[in-house]
């Protein structure tokens, strides 16, 4: 199975909305993953010489931490992330005020919910809104990873988030 997701970079912290406000910018990183192909980690772009290459990436923790919490969550346990490859083509600055550690923290929200879905776990149970609030918390950052999970200006309070609708 080849996944591939691509997640936008984000400014937060906006105008009065600190801690509230984020924008998805036209910005995006692109991770693709692999269930058929060699095992391994491969990076380009952005960070491409100082990323771990060791499975150790944050991309690849949060893929193992949210099927934990997922599966913890919905009193669904054996579910196994299977051995892949993981290519990362990064656009977004490393640690430059644009949301790449939102990016890669909704990147691997993402990916273990197409692998959830594949193992068999109803996509009722996956929601937009349920996985944002699972981003947040591994992240820290609703603001980043609100508007990274859902685009566009989104405000995030208490934990959830919702895009911004002027009508």
Same mark, same amino acid.
């Given at each position: 199975?080849?996944? $591939?997701?691509?997640?936008?970079?984000?400014?937060?912290?906006?105008? #009065?909305?600190?801690?509230?406000?984020?924008?998805?910018?036209?910005?995006?990183?692109?991770?693709?993953?692999?269930?058929?192909? *060699?095992?391994?980690? $491969?990076?380009?772009?952005?960070?491409?010489?100082?990323? #771990? $290459?060791?499975?150790?990436?944050?991309?690849?923790?949060?893929?193992?931490?949210?099927? *934990?919490?997922?599966?913890?969550?919905?009193?669904?346990?054996?579910?196994?992330?299977?051995?892949?490859?993981?290519?990362?083509?990064?656009?977004? #600055?490393?640690?430059?005020?644009?949301?790449?550690?939102?990016?890669?923290?909704?990147?691997?929200?993402?990916?273990?919910?197409?692998?959830? *879905?594949?193992?068999?776990?109803?996509?009722?149970?996956?929601?937009?809104?349920?996985?944002?609030?699972?981003?947040?918390?591994?992240?820290?950052?609703?603001?980043?990873?609100?508007?990274?999970?859902?685009?566009?200006?989104?405000?995030?309070?208490?934990?959830?988030? *919702? #895009?911004?609708?002027?009508?």
């Amino acid at each position: 199975m080849r996944i $591939t997701v691509r997640v936008p970079a984000t400014s937060a912290n906006l105008g #009065p909305g600190f801690d509230c406000f984020g924008l998805a910018l036209d910005l995006c990183n692109e991770v693709i993953v692999d269930t058929d192909a *060699e095992p391994g980690v $491969t990076w380009e772009g952005e960070g491409a010489d100082e990323l #771990p $290459t060791d499975g150790t990436d944050m991309v690849s923790r949060v893929i193992a931490e949210a099927v *934990e919490r997922i599966c913890t969550n919905w009193r669904r346990p054996n579910a196994t992330i299977p051995a892949m490859a993981l290519r990362g083509v990064n656009r977004i #600055p490393l640690a430059r005020g644009l949301g790449s550690s939102a990016a890669a923290t909704v990147a691997g929200v993402q990916i273990a919910r197409v692998l959830l *879905e594949a193992d068999g776990l109803s996509s009722k149970y996956l929601s937009s809104r349920y996985l944002t609030h699972v981003a947040g918390e591994l992240e820290g950052h609703y603001d980043n990873v609100a508007a990274a999970m859902v685009g566009g200006f989104t405000i995030a309070v208490d934990g959830s988030a *919702e #895009p911004f609708d002027r009508h």
